[in-house]
């Protein structure tokens, strides 16, 4: 086996006396499609927000791409190789969306206007909504704009990509459109971590599903094995809720 | 500061907005600094002693307030957003100066400010010619405008950081995350992406702030700058006319803050977007 793109090793945060991480470790490949799942408070989204340093951790170590997360310095570059996409979208909303996603390629890829909008265009149509480019991101439903969200963090082209709990905010109808790009990603070999409950993405697009909880990782698996045949009583427990 | 045209299709107009208006958008309170003005070339006209001579010795004076507001104005938008952004800095030493400078200047009265600028900062630099031998130093006079200026702009300064501070802080956390995980910089994400937006939220109290700056432009009378209440002070002591001469004073004084406040709207309503 190669050497893993993301090494989480023995990570501690606290949020004040909130022990938040007790001591996560994992290892992620190249190319692998991992989903954390776990109760609300359990740490999953911590443990995303922390790969990217969105969240400093106070023990541990991360590696990513082979660039350790411990210096200020390296910051920046490992978060132009790492997408995120969130919870709330967070688009920039004074922006349109092309506007959007030329930003950051301006000023960090330092592309020209036209070469960045080319990108934008490509993802736009890949994403499916290339007639939304000059509209601002409040016309747009959430599903759009969540949409929109992945292809801004795909035009950096990063290696991996984070998604925190990307469909909890949408309207039922419109999940699935998000998860066809997710899905379509994950197909082209997109090194991917999930945070979230969308068992279904997770059986067809996920290598490994793991179930979080207390701060700690409780099980690891394949989605079907662990969901079929889970070992431990927390993992039953909390699939017995969800499924 | 990056502005990005809002150039939303039929992007519509606030019905929020609670200014009268008639047809084709044009703002009725327009009707209030024509009405000022009309009032002043009616006493100009009719009542040419002393309103046409309190004019005319006075109006030397509005360049002057102007140029003092507008040149501080514009340090202040400067001064201002480097308090804001000290205010919000993690780093505590930053963040403990600017906070000192905002409490400490608010805590003094302008007047006292200008004062201390104008009589007390230049006899400081004497002393210290005096003290290292340097006669550039010890020969300093200090320039009326120069000093008010400094002191309108440390003093606005102050005010205008907490406004900054209030609308960086209104954009929503995840503006800057977003930001940041896209690889910008802590400043790359201020200047692209919440400074930008900021300014949308702040500009009624930044147009409120020029006003009152406007205003108490005429204490800058006090440190020997001839403004229009200094030549108003003048044109007193010269026709023995208080009553008329305060009248023209505070007309010259409403039509400009009146003005500035149509203008002021009027950008507001321009750089209207849809959030």
Redo the contacts between chains.
């Keep these: 086996m190669s050497e893993a793109i993301i090494q989480i090793k023995d990570v501690h945060k606290y949020f004040g006396h909130v022990h938040a991480l007790k001591g996560v470790s994992l290892e992620i490949q190249k190319g692998e499609v991992v989903v954390i799942i776990g109760p609300s408070g359990s740490g999953k989204s911590t443990l995303l927000r922390c790969i990217n340093r969105l969240e400093e951790f106070d023990k541990g170590s991360i590696v990513v791409d082979n660039i350790p997360l411990d210096s200020a310095k390296n910051i920046n570059a490992v978060r132009t190789e790492v997408g995120m996409v969130f919870q709330q979208f967070n688009l920039f909303s004074h922006l349109t969306v092309l506007e959007n996603i030329t930003l950051a390629q301006k000023i960090i890829r330092k592309r020209e206007k036209a070469q960045a909008e080319k990108v934008a265009m490509d993802l736009l149509d890949k994403v499916g909504i290339p007639d939304k480019a000059k509209a601002f991101p409040i016309q747009l439903s959430g599903g759009q704009q969540q949409r929109v969200a992945i292809a801004r963090a795909l035009a950096m082209n990063p290696k991996i990509m984070l998604f925190d709990e990307p469909t909890s905010a949408l309207d039922p109808e419109m999940i699935q459109e998000v998860l066809d790009v997710m899905m379509n990603l994950a197909k082209e070999g997109m090194t991917m971590v999930v945070v979230s409950h969308e068992m279904g993405f997770t059986r067809a697009a996920a290598n490994r599903a793991i179930l979080m909880d207390g701060g700690q990782i409780i099980e690891e698996a394949p989605p079907n094995i662990l969901f079929n045949n889970p070992t431990h009583e927390r993992t039953k427990l909390f699939l017995s809720k969800v499924l | 500061m990056e502005e990005?045209e809002p150039?939303?299709p039929g992007n519509p107009i606030d019905s929020h907005n609670p200014l009268p208006k008639g047809k084709g958008d044009f703002d009725l309170w327009w009707g209030l600094v024509i009405g000022v003005i009309a009032l002043i070339a009616l006493l100009v006209i009719l009542v040419p002693d002393p309103f046409s001579r309190a004019f005319n010795f006075i109006k030397d004076g509005i360049g002057i307030s102007l140029f003092v507001t507008i040149i501080s104005f514009v340090l202040v938008l400067v001064v201002g957003l480097i308090g804001g952004l000290g205010r919000i800095a993690k780093n505590p030493v930053i963040a403990g100066i600017a906070t000192v400078y905002v409490e400490v200047i608010r805590g003094i009265p302008l007047l006292v400010q200008l004062m201390f600028w104008y009589f007390a900062f230049p006899s400081v630099i004497q002393g210290i010619g005096k003290a290292i031998g340097s006669s550039a130093l010890e020969n300093y006079i200090a320039d009326p405008v120069v000093m008010a200026t400094i002191g309108l702009t440390f003093c606005y300064g102050a005010y205008m950081s907490e406004v900054y501070r209030a609308g960086i802080q209104s954009i929503?956390k995840?503006?800057m995350?977003?930001?940041?995980?896209?690889?910008?910089?802590y400043f790359?994400a201020m200047r692209?992406?919440i400074i930008?937006?900021a300014v949308?939220v702040i500009l009624p109290p930044v147009g409120n702030e020029f006003i009152s700056l406007l205003k108490d432009s005429s204490l800058v009378s006090v440190v020997a700058v001839g403004d229009i209440t200094l030549r108003g002070r003048q044109f007193m002591a010269l026709s023995f006319k208080p009553v008329e001469t305060f009248i023209m004073v505070a007309l010259l004084y409403l039509v400009l803050t009146l003005f500035s406040a149509r203008m002021v709207t009027w950008i507001e309503r321009i750089t209207k977007?849809?959030?």
Aim: charged share 20%; aromatic share 4%; glycine share 8%.
């Design positions: 990005i150039s939303v929503p995840g503006q995350e977003a930001a940041r995980s896209l690889g910008m910089t790359q692209y992406v930008p937006q949308r977007l849809e959030r």
